[in-house]
């Protein structure tokens, strides 16, 4: 297990230096300049020049990507342009912000989602079943940060009972989880819905049931485990999608996390900055693929055989 | 509920009726109300934005100082903006940016992930771990955020959101195109058709596309709606199309800052992407079902 | 004419002193409040210190703030952004505190200089203190001085250091002669007390890790980072050995009526007047749209309100580049896009209005130096769509045949942008907007070929020739100025005007500038602070940004923010 999770993690590496490499000539080609707009309207173009041969902008395209390569491998993602403090300190700082309110959402919507859809499956193709499935999927059609707006709304300006901005205590985060979740929930509730009504018919449940056993345990203890495996696969693809989520939810609660941090970036070309929200964004994302795929092995007995005999064979 | 167990049934025998089951899920979709209701709206929507200018009372960028704010009244059905232009007709013009976004960037992601995934499917080895290497490198970070850093190189407007949106969807299709080719790869026409000495360009595009068909079908239809609503966010953001266009991300963000007073300036043109974006969603919903029909048990 | 709007806004809000005053008379009834100085600066202080001493015995333990923006830098030499035009003077002294915008040499309080003298034209003896040491006990003599204008040169990105000083000649410790490049209003008070200028010590700077300068740098100001989120909440504290000892001798800038100041960044404008509603924070600075909810020509019951004046000018230029645009080669279609313009309907397609916002009738803000009273109301391009239709006629082109591309920025209301392109539309031209993001705009105003007209924001800190000089000023630019005028008539007049600065040398560049055509000053908007109503003044730097520590606050004053 230890060696495939070591493998696994091994295989991240060469992935984070092409996600390096693609950003930083994505950047390298965005147009606008950060001096320009550090140095404002007074500054002539010598001046300017100067600034520019500072920071190294003024090298050509494969120095200025080598030498922020060598940086990466020393885990040196280098220095805010604008805020002259070092980007690795800085995401570091802001990425428990990000986490929490990515794992909150992802929490939330298992935590509301999966119920749903169990529902669903029960009573599938009943009245409640298609009312439920639309509005799941109406919360899916929905912009999550015009949901957010009319939340602050309600919530924040003419009830108000939470805050509406800003990071402190978990009230800070109901709203922004909400309306980060809510695309998601209808994801979660159908596969959980489909994959229920499989195992619902499968023998074993069937079997459970005529022995008389309560139906609340047929469903959670019997019927759900087996159902799991494609729930996770969803609930893995819609931690990442969340986390991209919350670049647009942050700005929208002014979250100090690492989506607002890179979208003042790319305003003010603070290269370096981007490029390393966006590394860092992608190794959690692969971090979390492994941790579903642990999950996998976890709940699925079968995989985890497959595991421990590659690593025989190995 | 027998009649589609038996339709089902009959469809699963028949594994090669796929090319032909345009016709199928048509028909399978006009039987789904949910479905047709969203055709329909995303249809009307389309036609108006072309007509809206001739049959509006107002024109969509008429300046009218006096009635800044108005709310919804008889004059004005979804009231008027911050500089009075009517809501209603800039929403009924702005929808042909809305639906041409959402429909053009996942043509963008389908041609070229399926020739992608075709590529890379069909003939495997080097050249699949290649392109598949690369597509994880796009796939590696969030969507949204390949969607920004794209529209941050190519700047804000119209075509480059579409090509934004559009390139940051291609990883999806070719993965679901090569995985489709990969099941059909294998099978007996193929085979048959390279014994006879079918060129490879004519075997992927007589055969292996057309049979691998039917997901693409599911997964435009349900691309067109995630991709309205990554537009909207770009827009949001500030990074996709900009006012005074009134494209509806775009008039949402510069309605942000009257929410408080004039709600509807932000209701109004977040209900419109909702509820294009739920056609869509009804639309590739009932396609899939249509095709999947393990779900409609 | 700084009087007047002075005393204009003081009378409409019946409310505290408004920093743009040019002078003391400007807010007369408020001098208790003393923000500002006369020529016996000292005296002046002392009015503010008393002040501060009486709040003093009830000096407030705490007060939060909202911040506008989140990407700032408050290391000694950080990059200059909005945060640090509210706070740098908080942390990190000058030599020199600028009382209020605009204040000349004479008007400013003596901070860590003693003394400031004129020596002649472009030299200045100054005198600093002999007591002076950083919140970390650090001496602060000559040789501070000069390693920070050093640095704040090489690493804040201050140009204007550059443009304006040749270099410091050390006599002592505490003695120095300024040896300026050049001379003129706004010159030696640029170098003498910009809120960009801060000093720290040169030892303890280069000793200091990363993590010290940016987290708990020595401070030469009357404030210490007690903590510092990035991108959410900066802590400040009253430094309890403050260096200055003598009451007497405090200037604006390092009292301390508050002994810890919270920022908290909230950066959308709605969101900080909700959290003023919701109790949250004591104050902050919001946009027009929000005004409103605080003020109805005076402020609500619950809250004050100070509107200072704006000075930033939000400007049309027209490119002058001869070939690269139809406008710079026809007088004609210049004047049609000028009279076209309606500078008032623009204000209130951005959402503007009289109390938020003012009509500008010069490419200046009236809050400036030298702005002239007469200028207001005067014939300055006045919105004459007639004129502009026959002016556009008169060039000899169909209606449409015109195409211009108006240059501006993603963060500019969409209604202004909608009302200019209505204007030039109703003259005859057709109109296409190049609407980019700060970045790129930056990129492409310098470049000719990319636009005809360009909408900008333009400020200067304080005399309205500074304004002129940094936009005209062919020494600043590699194609002429901000619109690649290349008219020397233009560049004589300016640097009579900017070295000089006499009434009529102003009145004679302003004249220039209407008769070429190139450049219409549309409007600018005010500052608008708001907060609790226990809070009775706030006071603004010299920079026209809330300068919280100098706030007054009611008897017991007790901050809302948790």
Same mark, same amino acid.
């Given at each position: ?9 091994? &295989? ?44 190294? $902008? ?17 885990? /040196? ?5 604008? &805020? ?44 409640? /079943? ?30 108000? $009972? ?7 205590? $978990? ?15 209808? /994801? ?7 994959? *229920? ?44 999608? *969340? ?16 989506? *607002? ?8 070309? /603070? ?34 055989? &497959? ?8 | ?81 911050? =500089? ?120 992927? =595009? ?92 | ?49 008393? !002040? ?50 605009? !204040? ?392 009579? !005007? ?65």
């Amino acid at each position: 297990m230890i060696r495939y999770i070591g493998k696994r993690l091994l &295989q991240m590496i060469p992935i984070l230096l092409t996600v390096a490499i693609l950003i930083f000539t994505l950047m390298y080609f965005v147009p606008g300049d950060p001096v320009e707009i550090m140095l404002g309207d007074t500054a002539t173009p010598e001046q300017i020049a100067a600034a520019r041969a500072k920071f190294g $902008l003024d090298k050509p395209y494969l120095i200025r990507l080598w030498n922020y390569l060598v940086g990466i491998v020393h885990l /040196d993602f280098g220095t805010s342009y604008l &805020q002259g403090s070092s980007v690795a300190s800085e995401l570091f700082l802001r990425f428990p912000r990000t986490l929490t309110l990515a794992s909150l959402s992802i929490l939330f919507t298992i935590v509301v989602g999966i119920p749903i859809g169990i529902q669903c499956a029960i009573h599938a193709n009943k009245l409640s /079943d298609k009312i439920w499935m639309f509005l799941t999927m109406l919360g899916n059609s929905m912009p999550g940060f015009w949901l957010a707006l009319l939340l602050v709304i309600l919530f924040s300006v003419k009830l108000g $009972l939470l805050p509406s901005n800003g990071t402190g205590g $978990l009230e800070y985060y109901i709203l922004p989880v909400v309306a980060n979740s809510i695309g998601s929930l209808a /994801d979660i509730a159908r596969q959980t819905r489909s994959s *229920m009504l499989e195992v619902i018919r499968s023998d074993y449940v069937v079997t459970a049931r005529a022995k008389g056993l309560p139906e609340k345990e047929v469903i959670w203890k019997h019927a759900l485990p087996n159902a799991l495996i494609p729930i996770i696969t969803v609930c893995g693809s819609r931690f990442g999608f *969340m986390l991209g989520g919350t670049v647009i939810i942050e700005s929208v609660f002014s979250i100090p996390g690492i989506g *607002m941090y890179m979208v003042n970036g790319i305003n003010s070309r /603070d290269y370096p900055v981007v490029q390393g929200s966006i590394i860092y964004i992608a190794f959690i994302f692969a971090f979390i693929m492994l941790i579903t795929d642990l999950i996998y092995a976890y709940v699925d007995p079968r995989i985890k055989a &497959q595991y421990v005999k590659s690593v025989k064979k190995a | 509920m027998e009649k589609i167990k038996t339709s089902s049934a009959a469809k699963r025998s028949g594994e090669n009726d796929k090319p032909g089951s345009l016709p199928y899920i048509w028909r399978r979709l006009k039987k789904n109300p949910g479905a047709m209701l969203g055709l329909i709206f995303v249809t009307v929507l389309f036609l108006l934005s072309f007509v809206s200018p001739f049959i509006c009372r107002y024109d969509y960028q008429e300046i009218v100082m006096k009635s800044r704010f108005t709310l919804p009244c008889m004059e004005h059905l979804l009231g008027c903006d911050e =500089v009075g232009r009517d809501i209603l007709s800039r929403i009924l013009y702005g929808a042909k940016y809305t639906l041409s976004i959402g429909v053009l960037s996942v043509v963008v992601s389908c041609i070229l992930g399926v020739i992608l995934g075709a590529v890379a499917g069909y003939f495997g080895g080097k050249i699949d771990t290649l392109i598949m290497r690369f597509l994880d490198v796009f796939q590696a970070f969030p969507n949204i955020l390949l969607a920004i850093a794209i529209s941050a190189v190519l700047g804000a407007g119209f075509d480059k959101v579409i090509y934004a949106i559009g390139i940051s969807g291609i990883p999806g299709f070719a993965r679901m195109m090569r995985a489709n080719i990969l099941t059909v790869r294998n099978s007996e026409f193929i085979e048959a058709a390279t014994s006879i000495n079918c060129s490879t360009f004519r075997i992927i =595009v007589h055969h292996v596309i057309p049979n691998a068909i039917s997901p693409l079908i599911v997964q435009v239809a349900m691309g067109i709606a995630s991709a309205a609503l990554s537009a909207s966010g770009l827009s949001f953001l500030g990074f996709g199309v900009q006012a005074p266009t009134p494209e509806w991300g775009a008039m949402l963000a510069s309605a942000r800052g009257y929410m408080r007073d004039y709600p509807h300036m932000v209701i109004i043109p977040g209900l419109f992407i909702m509820m294009t974006v739920l056609s869509f969603n009804l639309v590739g919903d009932a396609i899939r079902d249509a095709l999947d029909p393990k779900l409609r048990d | 004419m700084k009087k007047i709007s002075g005393a204009i806004l003081a009378a409409a809000l019946s409310i505290s002193l408004i920093g743009c005053g040019g002078n003391a008379s400007g807010s007369g009834a408020n001098s208790a409040a003393g923000a500002s100085g006369g020529q016996s600066g000292g005296a002046a202080q002392n009015g503010t210190g008393a !002040a501060a001493g009486t709040a003093a015995s009830g000096q407030v333990d705490k007060v939060v703030v909202g911040l506008t923006a989140s990407s700032f830098d408050v290391s000694p030499f950080g990059t200059n952004s909005i945060p640090r035009q509210w706070l740098a003077q908080n942390l990190y002294g000058s030599l020199y505190c600028m009382p209020y915008y605009g !204040a000349t040499l004479e008007e400013m309080e003596p901070w860590l200089a003693k003394s400031i003298e004129k020596v002649d034209d472009t030299t200045y003896s100054v005198e600093l203190y002999d007591y002076i040491h950083d919140s970390k006990g650090n001496a602060i003599t000559s040789e501070d001085i000069v390693f920070s204008y050093e640095h704040l040169f090489t690493d804040a990105q201050e140009t204007r250091i550059n443009t304006y000083l040749d270099y410091i000649e050390v006599v002592d410790d505490q003695h120095m002669l300024f040896h300026l490049k050049k001379y003129g209003p706004g010159v030696m008070e640029f170098l003498a007390g910009n809120y960009t200028l801060t000093i720290c010590d040169k030892d303890w700077f280069e000793g200091a890790s990363e993590e010290e300068r940016m987290n708990d740098p020595a401070v030469t100001g009357a404030y210490k980072i007690a903590s510092y989120t990035p991108g959410a909440e900066l802590v400040l504290e009253a430094v309890e050995d403050y260096w200055q000892t003598d009451e007497s001798l405090r200037c604006s800038a390092d009292t301390q009526n508050v002994k810890t100041i919270q920022y908290k960044v909230i950066t959308e404008n709605s969101m900080r007047s909700i959290a003023l509603e919701n109790h949250e924070i004591d104050a902050t600075v919001v946009d027009a749209s929000e005004l409103k909810r605080f003020y109805d020509g005076s402020a609500l019951p619950g809250w004050n309100v100070n509107i200072t004046g704006g000075v930033f000018c939000n400007t049309i230029f027209v490119n002058m580049d001869s070939g690269k645009s139809p406008l710079a080669d026809d007088e004609n279609l210049r004047k049609a896009v000028l009279y076209a313009l309606d500078s008032e309907s623009i204000m209130y397609g951005g959402d503007y209005d009289e109390s938020t916002a003012e009509v500008c009738y010069s490419f200046g803000t009236s809050a400036m130096n030298g702005y002239q009273e007469s200028w207001v109301g005067s014939d300055y391009w006045g919105y004459d769509p007639a004129k502009a239709k026959e002016c556009y006629q008169a060039s000899g082109h169909a209606d449409g045949q015109v195409t211009i591309r108006l240059l501006s920025r993603t963060s500019i209301a969409d209604g202004i942008h909608s009302v200019i392109i209505a204007n030039l539309q109703a003259a005859g031209f057709k109109v296409e907007l190049l609407s980019y993001d700060q970045a790129l705009f930056n990129s492409y105003k310098n470049d000719s070929s990319q636009w005809d007209l360009i909408l900008d924001n333009k400020g200067a800190t304080g005399p309205i020739v500074s304004c002129w000089d940094n936009n005209f000023n062919p020494a600043g630019y590699t194609n002429g100025s901000v619109c690649f005028t290349h008219d020397d008539h233009l560049t004589e007049l300016l640097t009579k !005007a900017t070295t000089e600065g006499s009434t009529e040398d102003i009145q004679a560049f302003h004249e220039y500038l209407k008769e070429i055509a190139c450049v219409k000053g549309l409007f600018t908007t005010y500052n608008l602070m708001i907060a609790q109503d226990g809070i009775l003044e706030q006071k603004v730097n010299g920079n026209m940004m809330p300068r919280v520590n100098a706030y007054v606050f009611a008897e017991g004053y007790q901050s809302v923010g948790k």
